[in-house]
């Protein structure tokens, strides 16, 4: 008995972190359609594929979001793992964008 109570606890425990886990998730969908509303305002100042690319502005970005990683107690290698997807996410979505544009 005393351990059905135990397993009780941890299914709610559980479940309240997955819907907090949840909610964040939602809350990052947010965030990232922003982002790549920002990444479509800048795609056409582009003037090529180089300049998508940008492998000084990612190893920037990469490096403030080390250091932002770290500030918040978060471990820095799983976020740069993180941010290396979403970058190359957006420049693949960007080198499509302007390979369409110009025809490239």
């Not at 135990?6 to 965030?31: F, K, N, P, Y």
Request: glycine fraction near 4%; aromatic fraction near 2%.
């Amino acid at each position: 008995m005393c351990e059905d109570f135990g397993m009780a606890e941890t299914a709610t425990a559980l479940a309240e972190i997955r819907a907090a886990i949840d909610q964040l998730d939602d809350e990052i969908v947010r965030l990232l359609a922003r982002r790549e509303s920002l990444v479509r305002r800048a795609a056409p100042l582009k003037t090529d594929l180089a300049a998508v690319r940008a492998p000084d502005r990612v190893a920037q970005v990469i490096a403030r979001i080390r250091t932002s990683a770290a500030e918040a107690g978060a471990t820095p290698d799983v976020m740069e793992r993180i941010y290396r997807g979403i970058i190359q996410t957006f420049i693949d979505m960007e080198t499509d964008e302007h390979r369409r544009n110009t025809g490239a």
